[in-house]
Nanobody, 123 residues
């Protein structure tokens, strides 16, 4: 099983960029699809982005497509979420998720996820 640990959150201004990192333990990292979801206060969890095992294809929520980019480094067991043109509505706790099927991440039922990292975007 892969266990993700997120880092890189913080307080930024609208229009800024921020990169989140996710370190995943486990020797089978390359066998897992990875992704990110977020949860804002008082709101339901929201899928953000997902990437397949090889890293050759990614999937994004409409709300972030064109602004966020997910990538992975299978040699380092790392996943990244590059966020640009941040908006106040992007404020949330961001979670890194792992599952052998990308679909399960998209529907917010991943096998494992981390503790989350807070991203706050001020206007």
């Amino acid at each position: 099983q892969v266990q993700p640990v997120e880092s890189g959150g913080g307080l930024v201004q609208a229009g800024d960029s921020l990169r989140l990192s996710c370190a995943a333990s486990g020797r089978t990292f390359s066998s897992y699809a990875m992704g990110w979801f977020r949860q804002a206060p008082g709101k339901e969890r929201e899928f953000v982005a997902g990437i397949i095992r090889s890293g050759s294809s990614a999937y994004y929520a409409d709300s972030v497509r064109g602004r966020f980019t997910i990538s992975r480094d299978n040699d380092k067991n790392m996943v990244y979420l590059q966020m640009s043109s941040l908006k106040p509505e992007d404020t949330a706790v961001y979670y890194c998720a792992a599952d052998q099927k990308l679909h399960n991440i998209v529907v917010l039922k991943p096998e494992s996820w981390g503790q989350g990292t807070q991203v706050t975007v001020s206007s």
